[in-house]
Every structure is written in structure tokens, then in C-alpha cells.
């Protein structure tokens, strides 16, 4: 396959994934993220890892499995491990995402070998806290590897992390610098800067309800964009939890062509079941043309 054709592909994923390149460094991998339409970076969840990796929480060993499919049959799997140190964690992940099976074409158009693409992701991240565990600091690192037919390119990425808790259920305040990364293999010379994001924002439990609700800015220093994120997580009878979130990619996803599709587009919504050491996840997730993602995860304590 020319190079031309490898280019226009990987131009293809990144609209697809409405981003400047890697597509999945920005990509989902479990519901529970997913269902928060990337929000929600003060509150814990199975993708903290790199959301901000101050808020890795958990209260003991737990090993998670997850799975999205998206549009296009596009599906994202996830392993995560997560090890509690008394006022430390540690987390391991190994994400993946394929882009599918295209049909191989050359410069006359002529048929040739088929081919896929893919992102494969391991990563390790470590939290620590004050005595008071008031301020918590986190970090991350791992290796991404993409693949585009015979092409690969290859980061060392990292980020940083910071919550604040504050005492007497105020409140939490969050800060992180996410997917900064050093490109050792390129698909070609020309520049592949990673996605890098800077996110700041807070969360509080609401007096007279049992949620949480969040409040994100998220800068893109590449895009020179700014997205807006409100979620929330409730807690339900039963050992249930609901996750619901969107942003201001809302307005970009809007059609005119349904008012139903407009206003649901950009939201996630997803339910969690926690019953002793056993965990369940499901989320999905509208596009504003009427698609839709969801998944699935599981959990368990050991």
C-alpha cells in the first residue's frame, strides 16, 4: 500500500475520533469513563489512571476487565490492576483498540492486501497522599504503540496529577497534565505531537441529594480548544450507582436534523453494581448523528 493511502487513513481516524492525532491516547476504554463523557476527573473511577491519577482510589486489590465497542466496529479492551500502599496506590493497565479490517487499495485503485490499525497501551500509575490526606499527588507513565498496516509509531508517555480534598464535605478540587509524551519511532518525518490535555475542576456531594456533581475545563494546547464537562454520580438503593455526563461538544455534534437526536447528543449514561467483592459496569454513550458506543466491565476484589 502507497503511503499516501496509509495517510489519508490515519487523517480518516482522527475524524472519526475528533482529534489532532493518536486517536486512542483520547480514546474511551471503560463504561464507567465512558458514561461520564470524559468528565468527572475528581472522581474516582477504573480509568483515573489517566484521567488524573491523584484520584486512584481503592479500598483494596482489585483487577478489572472492560470492553466498547464503537461506531464503525471499532471496539476498545482494557486490563486494569489496582494495588493499594496505606496512603498510596499503584495501578497497572494494558488498553487496546482496533480500528478494523480496510480494504487495500494502491495508487491506480487496484485491489491489494487487506490491512488494520491499532493502538496498544501499558501504563503505570502511583498516587500518594498527606497524613491529613488532604492533597494527593499522582503520576503516569507507559508506552503507546500504534499500528497502521506496516506502520508503527511508538511514545513514551506521562502526566501528572493533583486533588484536594477538603474536609467536612466541601468539596475537591482537581488539576492534571495528561498525555505528554516523547516520540522514539515515527510513521513518517513529519511531526506527531500527542494529544496533550490540561484539565482543571472540582466536585461536591450535594446536601439534599445523594450525588455528586462535577464541574471540568479541559484545555487542548494542540487544538487551541476549550471543552466545558458536567457530570455526576448518584448513588441508588441496592448497591447501585448511576454515572451521567456530557460537555460542549454537544454543540458540535448538533444536526438540526432531530431535535431528540440534538439533545441527546454528547451524553453518556451508565450503571454500576457493586455486591461484595464482585463489580459490574455498563455505559453507553450518543453521538449527535444518532450512533451510539457502550460497553461493558467487570471487577473483583482479591
Not at 487523517?11 to 486512542?24: A, D, E, K, M, T
Not at 438540526?256 to 453518556?268: H, N
Request: charge should be neutral.
Amino acid at each position: 500500500m502507497k503511503l499516501k493511502n496509509v495517510l489519508t487513513l490515519s487523517f480518516g481516524l482522527q475524524l472519526i475520533c475528533g482529534q489532532v492525532s493518536y486517536p486512542g491516547m483520547r480514546s474511551w476504554f471503560h463504561p464507567q469513563s465512558m458514561a461520564m463523557a470524559g468528565g468527572g476527573n475528581s472522581i474516582s473511577s477504573m480509568e483515573s489512571d489517566r484521567l488524573n491519577p491523584a484520584a486512584l482510589n481503592s479500598k483494596g486489590r482489585v483487577f478489572s476487565v472492560s470492553m466498547i465497542r464503537y461506531p464503525g466496529e471499532i471496539s476498545a479492551e482494557s486490563s486494569s490492576l489496582i494495588l493499594p500502599r496505606e496512603s498510596k496506590m499503584l495501578s497497572i493497565n494494558l488498553r487496546h483498540i482496533g480500528y478494523g479490517i480496510f480494504e487495500g487499495k494502491d495508487s491506480n485503485n487496484e485491489p491489494v492486501q487487506n490491512y488494520s490499525s491499532s493502538d496498544t497501551w501499558l501504563s503505570m500509575s502511583s498516587s500518594s497522599s498527606d497524613t491529613n490526606k488532604i492533597y494527593t499527588f499522582g503520576w503516569n507513565s507507559g508506552v503507546f504503540i500504534s499500528n497502521l498496516d506496516n506502520y508503527q509509531s511508538i511514545i513514551i508517555t506521562g502526566g501528572l496529577g493533583l486533588l484536594i480534598t477538603l474536609p467536612n464535605d466541601i468539596g475537591k478540587f482537581s488539576l492534571s497534565v495528561q498525555n505528554m509524551g516523547l516520540p522514539i519511532q515515527k510513521y513518517t518525518g513529519a511531526d506527531e505531537p500527542p494529544p496533550v490535555w490540561i484539565a482543571a475542576g472540582g466536585s461536591k456531594k450535594l446536601a439534599y441529594l445523594p450525588l455528586e456533581l462535577a464541574v471540568d475545563a479541559v484545555y487542548f494546547p494542540g487544538g487551541k480548544s476549550t471543552r466545558i464537562h458536567i457530570s455526576g454520580l448518584a448513588s441508588l438503593p441496592y448497591h447501585f450507582k448511576l454515572r451521567i455526563g456530557s460537555s460542549t461538544v454537544k454543540f458540535d455534534q448538533q444536526t438540526s436534523y432531530s431535535i431528540a437526536r440534538d439533545v441527546l447528543s454528547d451524553t453518556g449514561v451508565g450503571l454500576s453494581y457493586t455486591d461484595g467483592e464482585y463489580a459490574f459496569d455498563i455505559g453507553m454513550y450518543m453521538y449527535g448523528n444518532g450512533g451510539w458506543a457502550s460497553g461493558l466491565g467487570f471487577g473483583i476484589k482479591f
